[in-house]
């Protein structure tokens, strides 16, 4: 399997454009993340889908953000319009949802290589 | 408000040595610990933990939870360079996985 994949690896954009990434998860994987790394506020989760539904978009920052994830095999974060201060690492990771004795429970995520963002 | 806090934020140490690396936590619905491994790129997975007291080993790294702490510890022994990198520890609870900052560890030879 080639793993998470996610394009492109590295985006410089000026600000006010609108920029995407993507992602195509690890197939039979049906949850799916969006984090974003900072040296000031670490890893955080953006938003997340379960089976191509989102389910928590509560770390979106602002409505200049967007996600979707018209199918199993495909997702976006869309930023418009950018600003520097978006500047990061995206990460996507996937991960399989299942249900067990006890509940619903997460087996590992696995990460993309990331999309390093700069907005000037 | 949930967080995970881990310490120490750095460390620096030479090979041979062994490694203590802390995670605690304050969440609502915890569900599992992950501890991932980040270099020069994505963080890629070291384990899971969901269970108190059982402790998981993969070679010279190990990792057991204390729920009654709410912490959980990261053990490398006999380090080596190829060590060096930010451990993230993460917790699951029932809506959202929550990072700590990381320890950045450095190796030296």
């Known amino acids: 399997d080639a793993g998470v994949i996610q394009s492109p690896r590295h985006e410089v954009t000026e600000m006010g454009q609108e920029v995407t990434l993507r992602c195509k998860p690890i197939?039979?994987?049906?949850?799916l993340f969006w984090y974003r790394q900072t040296m000031m506020r670490g890893l955080e989760l953006l938003i997340y889908?379960?089976?191509?539904?989102?389910?928590?978009d509560s770390g979106m920052p602002e409505d200049r953000f967007s996600a979707k994830m018209p199918n199993a095999s495909f997702s976006t974060l869309k930023i418009q319009p950018s600003e520097p201060r978006d500047s990061a690492v995206y990460f996507c990771?996937?991960?399989?949802?299942?249900?067990?004795?006890?509940?619903?429970?997460?087996?590992?995520?696995?990460f993309g290589p990331g999309t390093r963002l700069t907005v000037t | 408000e949930d967080k995970v806090v881990q310490s120490p934020l750095s460390l620096v140490v030479h090979e041979g040595d062994t490694v203590t690396l802390n995670c605690s936590y304050e969440?609502?619905?915890?569900?599992?610990l992950l501890w991932y491994k980040q270099e020069k790129k994505a963080p890629t997975f070291l384990f899971m933990l969901t269970s108190s007291g059982i402790e998981k080993k993969s070679g010279r790294l190990s990792s057991i939870l204390d729920k009654k702490e709410l912490s959980s510890i990261l053990n490398i022994t006999a380090t080596q360079t190829g060590d060096s990198a930010i451990y993230l520890c993460?917790?699951?609870?029932?809506?959202?996985?929550?990072f700590g900052t990381g320890t950045s560890l450095t190796v030296i030879p």
């Open positions: 990771a996937s991960s399989l949802r299942v249900w067990g004795t006890s509940g619903v429970s997460y087996a590992e995520q696995y």
């Open positions: 993460a917790v699951k609870t029932g809506n959202q996985f929550y």
């Open positions: 969440v609502t619905n915890f569900r599992s």
């Open positions: 197939s039979g994987h049906n949850s």
């Open positions: 889908f379960n089976n191509n539904v989102p389910i928590d």
